[in-house]
């Protein structure tokens, strides 16, 4: 079974919903806390929204110097997976894990509120279970959420295959496309060997029916069954 | 000797800054037309231990690469002036 790690940092958020749809997928899931050095044998790592260090400086300025960080960095680099939701990929675009950086929202205001996602790729392991092509409807909750990036490295993103999810009008007045200014309507991207993974949408805020959708549960399913695959070659 | 550094962090020339379109069209709408090209940033005050002025400005400057600012979306300005806590 795989075992996922949630990162948790003074003031993350979220993080019971992401053991839980980690668990209802089909994992075992723990926390490990930020001042830890060593991710407990983890297969998978998750680092979930909030607002590590209260945002001070930027988001995510001050959790990327965190002690976890080195074993994700390590973790990373043979291939593991890991997930930034939100202020998680806030952190991973600081760390340098991820390119590009988020950015105040476009229209100054805290974005509470659903957006329909499409999925780009899906041969990563947080996406292998949605289509490509396929909009989902999950929650974003974020005031710097606008990614930017040079010319240069938004051209490398595109004919890398990077951009995971991209914000995807409706047409709907509950859900109009790009909330917030993203350039080229970016909402998650992942690095050049697709294994680190950053989005600001929430998935595991909508991953069970009881909510309304389960439209973030297929994340975790995804990433069970990249589990699987991973733990039937090892084996 | 000790240096007091003043650094300036403002939005990447070029890049959208929101904050500063919305203080210029405050300043429009207070009836102050001659105010344009407004951008809003942070300022950082430390006081840097170092034999001389080069010297704290270069260490500064490692700071800002390495934590005040981020090099996508930011650029940064460092003045050095004598006279801080010894």
């Known amino acids: 079974m795989i075992r996922v790690a949630v990162v948790r940092f003074p003031g993350s958020n979220c993080e019971p919903e992401a053991c839980r749809a980690v668990v209802r997928a089909g994992g075992e899931a723990f926390y490990v806390w930020h001042r830890d050095a060593d991710l407990s044998g983890a297969d998978a790592v998750i680092l979930p929204g909030g607002f590590s260090y209260g945002d001070y400086l930027r988001s995510g300025a001050i959790a990327r110097f965190s002690p976890i960080m080195d074993a994700i960095r390590r973790h990373a680099a043979q291939g593991g997976p890991v997930l930034g939701v939100c202020n998680g990929f806030q952190i991973l675009c600081e760390a340098g894990l991820l390119p590009g950086a988020l950015a105040r929202n476009a229209g100054l205001k805290y974005l509470s509120r659903p957006v329909d996602v499409r999925i780009e790729r899906n041969d990563t392991a947080f996406t292998s279970a949605y289509e490509v092509g396929e909009v989902i409807r999950i929650p974003i909750g974020h005031g710097e959420g606008r990614f930017v990036a040079s010319e240069e490295i938004l051209d490398e993103l595109e004919t890398g295959r990077q951009v995971v999810l991209r914000y995807a009008g409706s047409g709907r007045a509950d859900a109009p496309g790009n909330p917030n200014g993203s350039v080229r309507d970016i909402a998650g991207i992942c690095n050049r060997e697709g294994n680190v993974v950053g989005m600001m949408p929430h998935p595991e805020r909508l991953a069970e029916a009881v909510l309304g959708s389960d439209a973030g549960h297929r994340v975790f399913t995804s990433l069970v069954a990249w589990g699987s695959i991973v733990g039937a070659r090892t084996e | ?86």
């Open chain 2, 1 to 86: 000797m000790s240096w007091r550094v003043n650094v300036r962090i403002l939005p990447r020339a070029g890049l959208l800054d929101p904050q500063g379109q919305a203080v210029e069209h405050a300043l429009a709408a207070l009836q102050f037309p001659e105010a344009s090209n407004v951008h809003v940033g942070k300022a950082i005050a430390l006081d840097v231990a170092a034999p001389s002025a080069a010297d704290a400005e270069a260490a500064v400057r490692r700071m800002c690469d390495k934590l005040f600012a981020n090099p996508v979306t930011e650029d940064y300005e460092i003045d050095v002036e004598t006279g801080g806590a010894a």
